[in-house]
């Protein structure tokens, strides 16, 4: 098999252009899917029988917590394709990860509480998808922590990757964990989402926020992916000939 | 090759590591005394009603070993990486994983057995009845095994970082979630007076997982932080 596209993701240049020419294939429709499902969810659905207009949050809090998870695997992936196969570019796309997908979990965290506060009557409850949410970030901060103590970009990058791997490894065992513990402290909460009871004028908004979500993360990944390629390519002379 | 097979080489770690905490017993007493001293505060500041601290005993017993054991962190591989130790390790020929599995088991042997062996001191000054002493005693042997090694990594990953102290928590707390739920869990199931099997059969695994996993990427981060 030939294997030259894979390799040619090694090259920073190769990466950089090509990325450039992508990001507008994901923000535009993103761009579109977002605000069409604003419009579905907002407007077009119904109210639900028991939460009202309150309900409506979770066009934003659903997607973002579910992408806040699927950004911690984005980023070990890349940061395990880097560490095997060295590939400076994998490391890249591992740094541009991590702090969009802590600011996705600020934002479900948030949305969350948002949405606890009318519906539970408080804005905390140590639910277990909130107290998982709330340690996923602490991993995000570790992993950006551990990235910024270290100066040398090579190190910090091999460093950070070996994290990610330990925190993918360990983030079931804590999903689990976090349940078994609030299975016994209180009784089942009072949010239950009979998901496949959900009707089709409800879902189908949520799903394209889901697909505009990823596509949103997809084009701030990118950018940032250039941005990043950018500064540690900064002294390189193809930087110098793309930028003149 | 010739030379000292793997387990002599391990031997070796564990002899040394010893004879160097008994040249410096402060290292090791530290945490131990902070151990007290935290589970201390808790009559102080909450309240000296035994009934009350009983209630609260798991959680701060858990808590508070998982505190020292983080304080007991630093000096693991800080020391023998400035002074070049872990270096040889590194070029000794021999398995690194397992030299580093040698040494984290060393610091078991001189945090968490201590820590273990002073639980029922302290869990007895928490109102813990005499009869939860087994239980609680059997579930900080198998997580302070893991939180060793869990450690371990945190400990060797900010190797190459500048300031290690906070850092290290910060890497390192999360991850010993499990830990902690399980541990409390068990320890209040044995309070209570309940079978307490389920509780130390996830610790046991996640102390094999740890034991299994944990050195691989303590050696990746050990090797990384020393270039």
């Known amino acids: ?244 | 090759m010739s030379g000292p097979g793997v387990f002599r080489a391990a031997v070796w770690v564990v002899q040394r590591d010893l004879r160097l905490a008994t040249r410096r017993p402060a290292q090791v007493l530290q945490p131990l005394a902070f151990f007290a001293v935290v589970t201390l505060l808790f009559p102080l500041g909450y309240t000296p009603e035994l009934a009350k601290l009983r209630a609260i005993a798991p959680g701060v017993l858990w808590v508070a070993a998982l505190l020292a054991s983080m304080l007991a962190l630093e000096s693991l591989f800080r020391e023998d990486a400035d002074d070049g130790t872990l270096e040889q390790f590194v070029v000794s020929g021999q398995p690194l994983t397992i030299l580093l599995l040698a040494k984290t088991a060393t610091h078991w042997l001189l945090t968490g057995l201590p820590l273990t062996l002073m639980a029922p001191l302290v869990g007895g000054a928490l109102g813990v009845p005499f009869a939860a002493l087994g239980g609680i005693l059997s579930s900080l042997v198998l997580g302070t095994i893991s939180l060793s090694l869990i450690g371990a990594v945190g400990a060797g990953l900010t190797l190459a970082s500048r300031r290690g102290g906070v850092l290290l928590s910060l890497l390192t707390l999360p991850l010993a979630v499990p830990v902690l739920i399980f541990g409390a869990r068990a320890t209040e199931l044995a309070i209570a007076g309940d079978s307490l099997t389920a509780p130390l059969y996830l610790l046991g695994a996640v102390a094999v997982l740890g034991l299994t996993l944990a050195p691989l990427a303590a050696a990746a981060a050990v090797r990384i932080g020393l270039e």
């Open chain 1, 1 to 244: 098999m030939d294997w030259t596209w894979f390799h040619k993701f090694g090259s920073p240049p190769h990466v950089y252009r090509l990325a450039g020419l992508l990001t507008p294939w994901f923000a535009w429709p993103a761009a579109l899917l977002i605000l069409g499902a604003l419009y579905g969810g907002l407007v077009l659905a119904p109210p639900d029988y028991q939460q009202g207009d309150g309900f409506r949050i979770i066009y934003v809090h659903a997607p973002s917590a579910w992408l806040a998870v699927m950004i911690y695997a984005v980023m070990a992936t890349a940061a395990g394709v880097g560490l095997i196969w060295r590939m400076k570019v994998a490391h890249a796309v591992a740094a541009s990860c991590a702090g969009v997908g802590a600011w996705f979990t600020v934002v479900s965290l948030l949305t969350g509480m948002l949405w606890g506060k009318p519906m539970w009557g408080t804005y905390w409850v140590w639910d277990p998808r909130l107290t998982a949410q709330l340690i996923l970030l602490f991993l995000y901060l570790g992993f950006m922590g551990l990235r910024a103590s270290i100066d040398d970009v090579s190190r910090a990058d091999r460093a950070s990757a070996v994290l990610a791997l330990v925190g993918v490894v360990n983030l079931p065992i804590i999903r689990y964990s976090v349940e078994w513990w609030n299975s016994i402290h209180q009784a089942p909460s009072v949010m239950k989402m009979d998901r496949p009871s959900m009707p089709f004028d409800m879902l189908a908004p949520l799903l394209a926020m889901l697909l505009g979500f990823s596509l949103y993360f997809g084009a701030v990944l990118l950018i940032r992916l250039r941005a990043e390629i950018l500064r540690r390519e900064r002294n390189a002379s193809w930087i110098r000939e793309e930028l003149t």
